[in-house]
């Protein structure tokens, strides 16, 4: 009985540790599927991750475009300020959809939290 124990532990460690790496990284949405269907995600929290391009921030607060290979998505955020132009970052929050007029889809996401993808 006693042997039987190691593995079982062993097994359930390894679960958990492969759990842990799964929410710290996963579920990051591409740009191109919020923009694709902007409204069906409208209000909802998502996660994406990529190479920040335009930046601004002034005392907390701040803007910045992020682009994951698939598209480009403006973040705002509120108390975090933005990151440099050129740093990898992930960002979860709220999307909002703004417009879809032909090809073009404007929207963004309010940030509630950063993380190093």
């Known amino acids: 009985m006693l042997g039987l124990r190691g593995p079982r532990m062993a097994a359930l460690g390894a679960a958990l540790a492969l759990a842990s790496i799964a929410g710290c990284h996963g579920g990051v949405t591409s740009i191109k ?9 409208d209000k909802t ?20 475009q992020i682009d994951d290979g698939t598209g480009t998505l403006t973040i705002i955020a509120q108390g975090t300020g933005a990151p440099r132009e050129g740093a990898k970052v992930g960002s979860e929050g709220e999307f909002r959809s703004a417009y879809t007029l032909g090809t073009q889809s404007g929207a ?3 940030e509630k939290k950063r993380f190093t993808p």
């Open 33 to 41: 599927t919020l923009l694709d269907d902007p409204s069906r995600f």
């Open 45 to 64: 929290t998502v996660r994406v991750a990529g190479t920040v391009g335009a930046s601004v921030g002034v005392m907390g607060y701040g803007g910045y």
């Open 108 to 110: 963004v996401l309010l």
